[in-house]
């Protein structure tokens, strides 16, 4: 993870550095601690100046630092990202040095946008083109990072582009993932305008492009200053296959409703793997999706005498930590991890919890409650509303800590020999409306709902890692050393997880479920990933997101919707059938049927502040902090 940021200006000076305020590129430090620099490009006899300033986060290869030029064809990149795959990097090889050599080796626009479209990974970038005097810049086909650009009429800062900003400024917009965008400078320097050149996603098989209406959805929030072209005559190639929509042919499966009734979720489970054909489904997504972690959890270096000295004995350094509900989602990307990880090194699972009201004064919010989140009793006999009603102390134990501490128990039944690091992260009300103020307001910028503002806060608390280890039954306090987090996030978006979806099927059968799903995964870079990216980035550690590798988007669009979900069969079974069999597949029992809880109710922030919002309500916690 690193921060980019470039400021284009036509004026007759050459920019200062001080046109980079300095709550930016506090938040660009933060994001990159390994390295910082900048660096002016000016050109002879045209009056344009580019600043780059660079902050880099070392995870692989040598330490690179950014901004890199190149000494012969002058070209600047500035690149936020990881090729995990489709263009060959080495272990000791650092990525930003292959793609520049890639890139300034490209003879013209087509190679440009092919190399882009091989690379297989998150990425956002901003590449200065000597020769045709051209900035090129975007995110990757899903947007999972992080890019923010603005647009002036001021001569000296006509175009600005960032992973992160702050909230002060209010002019910035998330760049949309639609595509590849190019700046003509010289043309720019000459008409005191800024065009857009767009090259859209396309699938290969194909003609018209992965999404449509970009025109208007790119252009709406452009100041009129700046004007768009779409390139019909070009284009990049999609790295995953377009969304089976594919709806008759329901198998019979579907028909066995009524008859599982009275069985119990396991069981109901373990009928659906005793047919052949699921069976080999399961096991190819579970193939699939061990492949993208072991890229995300092998792509980092670790230097093998890296120890540990702890009163846990010798183990290794932490690398690898996870995002953790003990949800379905988070226990496979565990037991898959596990499966990769080096067994010497522990594993930290980041469990966040927000402070309940005391009891007793939550008594009628808790009522309105019960019935929708109620969780069923698991096979053990582990009831999560008993506890959540009776015994220890109840402040802490919302939802998500409950079902993380179950989840610890299978994944240690799964694994005895590793070191299973459960990080019991509790926030309080003043934590909560500190760290917003300092940072995370700044951090969900451009982004401002309620749901943004819970889910910005819960994400960022949790992948601190700062918390609670309660391994060995004493508690201390730690902090997670591991660059690396992984979430679960795209599983909902894929799998027909969210309450809305059983809406949606009810209301419009599969066609109408296809349609949601498709355009769910559509948005998922302008309603989440931009903002998970800041969110995490801003403690110098890397989100991953295993359930957007292409391969396995690519393996899930493959599949028509029923063998991913069934929502004519009940909650805790139904949505995500598919990920809840791989779970089952893998020796997860509990887990594997645990209804969905969205990351705000699960770890009660949600109930903390307002609770008489709606989630799409703009946030007035985040808006009010403005004022310098
Ligand atoms: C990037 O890594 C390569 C080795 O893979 C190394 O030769 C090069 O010097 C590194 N670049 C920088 C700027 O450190
Ligand atoms: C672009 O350059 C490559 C060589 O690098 C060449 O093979 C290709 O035909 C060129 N494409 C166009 C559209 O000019
Ligand atoms: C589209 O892009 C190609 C190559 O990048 C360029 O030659 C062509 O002029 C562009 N077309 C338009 C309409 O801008
Ligand atoms: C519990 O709910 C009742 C009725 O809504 C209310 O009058 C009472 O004040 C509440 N108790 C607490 C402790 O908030
Ligand atoms: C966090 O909450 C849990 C459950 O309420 C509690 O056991 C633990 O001691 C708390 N830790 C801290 C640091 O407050």
Known sequence: MCGICCLVSLSQHPPNISLLKEDILYNLRRRGPSSSQELVKTVPHLPYHCLFSGHVLHLRGQMTPQPMEDPTSDNVLLW???????????????????????????????????????????????????????????????????????????LDNILALTSVSAISDHQWREVPASGIFKVDLQDCAATKAVTLSLYQWRYPSRENPSEEGVSEKVSTHLPTCVSLVINESNSLTAPVVPLNKEVCNIPEEFQLLHFIKNVDDMEVLQMFLAEQHKKKLVHQFIDVMSGAIKRRVLCLVRDADQLQGDVLGDVRKTEIAILFSGGVDSMLIAALADRHVPVEEPIDLLNVAFMVPEQGSQNSSTKHRKGKNQLPPSPEGLNVNNIMAGNSVPSFNVPDRITGRAGLEELKNINPSRLWNFVEINVTLEDLKAMRQQHICHLVYPLDTVLDDSIGCAVWFASRGKGLLTNQGDKRPYQSPAKIVLTGIGADEQLAGYSRHRVCFEKHGLEGLNEELGMELGRISSRNLGRDDRVIGDHGKEARFPFLDEDVVSFLNSLPVWEKANLAVRRGIGEKLLLRLAAAELGLTASSVLPKRAMQFGSRIAKMENRNEKASDKCTRLQTLSIE
């Open 80 to 154: 936020n990202g990881e090729v995990f795959d489709g263009i060959p990097v080495e272990a000791e090889e650092n990525d930003t040095d292959i793609i520049f050599h890639h890139l300034c080796s490209c003879s013209n626009d087509s190679d440009i946008l092919s190399l882009l479209s091989s690379i297989r990974g998150p990425w956002s970038f901003i590449f200065y083109q000597a020769c045709k005097h051209c900035l090129w810049f975007g995110r990757d086909f899903f947007g999972r990072r992080s890019l923010l650009w603005q647009f002036n009429e001021e």
